[in-house]
């Protein structure tokens, strides 16, 4: 599976965005979908996840209430709404692809990802 990660860019503390991933390959809506980020200088840390069907979806506490992961399996494309941004939500965003029906916050449990897109949020 291969994945295109698009939609970063600099926003105002306090604004949205909303982070595309296209998805290709073989049967790509059978995988879990997810989202982590990258700050400078940090680790790559879990931000969200949905599975094949839609539901469950799960998040990190630093984002619940804020960001929406989303998936439409007819477009094969992941969408991640980013609202209330703050500066510390300034990372390198990527997506990535599991088989199974599991999310995992440990990101080495998933094989498949995208390029990463920059979402600098400004104060």
């Known amino acids: 599976v291969q994945l295109q990660a698009s939609g970063g860019g600099l926003v105002q503390a306090g604004g949205s965005l909303r982070l595309s991933c296209a998805v290709s390959g073989r049967t790509p809506t059978t995988y879990v979908m997810g989202w982590f980020r990258q700050a400078p200088g940090k680790e790559r840390d879990y931000v969200g996840a949905i599975s094949s069907g839609g539901e469950p979806r799960d998040y990190a506490d630093s984002v619940k209430g804020r960001f929406t992961v989303s998936r439409d399996n007819a477009k094969n494309t992941v969408y991640l709404q980013m609202n209330s941004l703050q500066p510390e939500d300034t990372a390198i965003y990527y997506c990535?692809?599991?088989?199974?029906?599991?999310?995992?916050?440990?990101?080495?449990?998933?094989?498949?990802w995208g390029q990463g897109t920059l979402v600098t949020v400004s104060s």
């Open positions: 990535a692809a599991r088989a199974g029906s599991y999310s995992f916050t440990q990101d080495y449990k998933w094989p498949h």
